[in-house]
């Protein structure tokens, strides 16, 4: 088995924070950009991520998030992982994607997983990711 690239992207981080709670700071982040064009999946995303900041600094990152093709096909995702901020601003971004759309030229991603991965720049709001998925 070995990890194939599905998309790539870069987009600016737009904060709201909701405050403490009982399971630890709130925040959601809205972002949004276009998928490489290279990529298997190409499209607009557009995101919002529910972060949950633990006591020991970890970020719980809770993803909803939709895709539309160039062809307009909607494709909704969910993604659950962690960020691990650094001192000096930035972040490791690891999640675990699970993807549903009624586009028969995108079916294939109902029995996909993503596996997603990059940096954060908590200090200029910069993200970029790549997704990759599992394949024999």
Request: proline share 6%; glycine share 12%; net charge negative.
């Amino acid at each position: 088995m070995h990890l194939e690239p599905l998309y790539s992207f870069s987009a600016t981080l737009s904060p709201r924070p909701i405050g403490a709670t009982p399971d630890g700071m709130r925040i959601d982040v809205r972002f949004e950009g276009d998928l490489d064009p290279d990529g298997r999946l190409t499209g607009h995303l557009e995101a919002v991520n529910f972060v949950t900041a633990r006591d020991d600094g970890v970020q719980l990152v809770d993803v909803r998030c939709t895709i539309t093709s160039p062809k307009g096909g909607v494709v909704s995702f969910k993604a659950k992982g962690i960020t691990v901020p650094a001192p000096d601003g930035s972040a490791v971004v690891r999640d675990a994607a699970t993807y549903q759309t009624a586009d028969g030229d995108l079916a294939w991603l109902n029995h996909t997983v993503g596996f997603i991965g990059g940096t954060a720049d908590l200090r200029t709001g910069e993200l970029r990711l790549a997704a990759y998925t599992l394949e024999d």
